[in-house]
């Protein structure tokens, strides 16, 4: 399995590709001039089935359109997030540079596993970032989006945020068990060790 960070977009977005050695692939979250995905997919000929969307704010979503037409990838997100994917100004895209409106081919429930090739990504609800918001787990691997970051978490004052809701997400994600490492939306990898030891949020 090959995790490959691709930040993008106009705040860095992480948008990630993940690939079996097969060259089955999934993309997570994509905002953005998609030519950098384009570019490392055709670098390492990969076949992209899934775009797995984390939440539903304008900077992971901006360029799912142009991926989902460029490989027919099938759109992944959260059960309870289609209010933000749908409503540009619950996304926020309305408010920077223009309206943008994703609907889903499959709803993922907490609990639920997406498999892309040989990989088994497992869902976990961890609304508080937005109502929707998701953590995929991939072996010991979490991408988290914009639930946690290192040393830090997600904003809750945008609309369907909600700051208790986030701690009792962060509260799940510390009390897994064992450790993983953790490829936010924003920001550099850490580790859910360092995490419960360092976090203030945790």
């Not at 609990?111 to 787990?137: A, D, K, R």
């Not at 945008?158 to 701690?167: K, P, R, V």
Request: hydrophobic fraction near 35%; glycine fraction near 10%.
């Amino acid at each position: 399995m090959t995790i490959k960070t691709l930040p993008m977009g106009s705040i860095g977005t992480n948008c990630y590709v993940v690939s079996d050695d097969a060259g089955n692939a999934a993309i997570i979250d994509c905002d953005g001039d998609p030519r950098p995905v384009f570019s490392y997919i055709a670098e390492k000929n990969l076949t992209p089935t899934h775009i797995l969307l984390t939440h539903g704010h304008y900077d992971h979503i901006g360029a799912v359109e142009m991926v989902k037409e460029k490989y027919g990838c099938k759109v992944i997100a959260g059960k309870d997030e289609m209010r933000v994917l749908t409503d540009p100004a619950i996304n926020c895209s309305l408010y920077c540079g223009g309206a943008i409106t994703i609907i889903p081919d499959e709803l993922a429930s907490d609990g639920s596993t997406v498999t892309v090739g040989t990989m088994n990504f497992q869902v976990m609800f961890t609304p508080g970032h937005t109502e929707g918001s998701l953590c995929y787990i991939l072996e010991d691997n979490i991408f988290s989006g914009d639930t946690l970051f290192q040393g830090s978490c997600g904003r809750t004052d945008l609309a369907t945020g909600d700051w208790a809701t986030i701690l009792r997400s962060l509260k799940l994600l510390r009390d897994l068990p064992g450790d993983y490492t953790v490829y936010p939306g924003h920001g550099p990898a850490t580790t859910l060790g360092i995490e419960r030891r360092s976090n203030p949020y945790m």
